[in-house]
């Protein structure tokens, strides 16, 4: 990995100098957790939910339904540092069904700065589902090495509740309706210890949680491609009535890629 820029009055800042090198090379995976560090406010009381997304030139955070082919490895590279500095994965259910989604895994490069910080082998993971129209005989959710949550509203289908139940799913109730509240679900999960929050959407669950007020930072990708068509934006869903700023607070370059950071005002 080539340069990272974090973002300050003066461009680059002189309180983390180890973050900035010339060095054309690949930044290991202890120097991009120092860079992606949850801000010290979550080992208080405080949550943090960022989110992590990638977008093409264009605007597509998809390609045929999935965001790989506009992926690359240090971008999953990236991925595995923000589950790796993560209490829980909020992720939609449709993005569980589309990705083929498998429970954390726990990595010895993070098990150190996991221990330090008083977090379990690996993050657990949070299924977000009003329908909860899953298949709860998933690795997922059968074989987690940190038992998988749900998310879902007070009135979702009781039959599916007891079916994921069964199969060992935690269940947390985030609103009084079908859907879940982006509030009430950051809420529940910080009952439970849950403060450093990633969510890898889909783009209705970002949407969700933007409009819900509860978004504090984005890591955005952008994908040198450009795929046309009509693909998903990487937030998909009303919009708000005011648009909301964020600042830029650090830039990774590799390749083309910008591996981007961007922190609420």
Request: some cysteine; aromatic content about 6%; charged content about 20%.
């Amino acid at each position: 990995m080539r340069r990272l820029f974090p973002v300050t009055d003066e461009t680059v800042s002189a309180t983390a100098p180890a973050r900035v090198s010339a060095a054309d090379r690949e930044w290991s995976l202890d120097e991009l957790a120092d860079a992606y560090a949850y801000p010290k406010a979550t080992e208080g009381a405080g949550t943090w939910l960022r989110a992590n997304m990638v977008s093409s030139l264009d605007g597509a955070a998809q390609h045929d339904g999935r965001s790989q082919p506009i992926s690359s490895s240090t971008d999953m590279r990236i991925f595995g540092t923000l589950r790796g500095l993560a209490d829980v994965v909020i992720v939609g259910a449709e993005t569980v069904r589309l990705e083929g989604y498998r429970p954390a895994r726990a990595r010895e490069a993070f098990a150190a700065r996991r221990a330090a910080a008083g977090q379990g082998p690996a993050p657990a993971v949070a299924v977000v589902s009003a329908s909860l129209d899953l298949d709860f005989s998933l690795p997922l959710f059968t074989s987690p090495l940190v038992p998988t949550l749900l998310l879902t509203g007070a009135t979702a289908p009781s039959d599916r509740i007891r079916a994921a139940r069964a199969a060992g799913v935690e269940v947390l109730i985030a609103g009084d309706g079908a859907a879940v509240v982006p509030s009430q679900a950051v809420a529940a999960l910080a009952e439970r210890g849950l403060t450093r929050l990633l969510t890898e959407g889909g783009p209705r669950l970002l949407a969700q949680f933007i409009t819900g007020g509860v978004l504090d930072e984005l890591c955005l990708t952008v994908s040198p491609t450009l795929t046309a068509g009509r693909a998903q934006r990487i937030a998909d869903g009303p919009q708000v009535a005011v648009p909301e700023r964020f600042a830029l607070a650090s830039v990774l370059e590799e390749a083309g890629f910008l591996y981007t950071q961007y922190r609420r005002i």
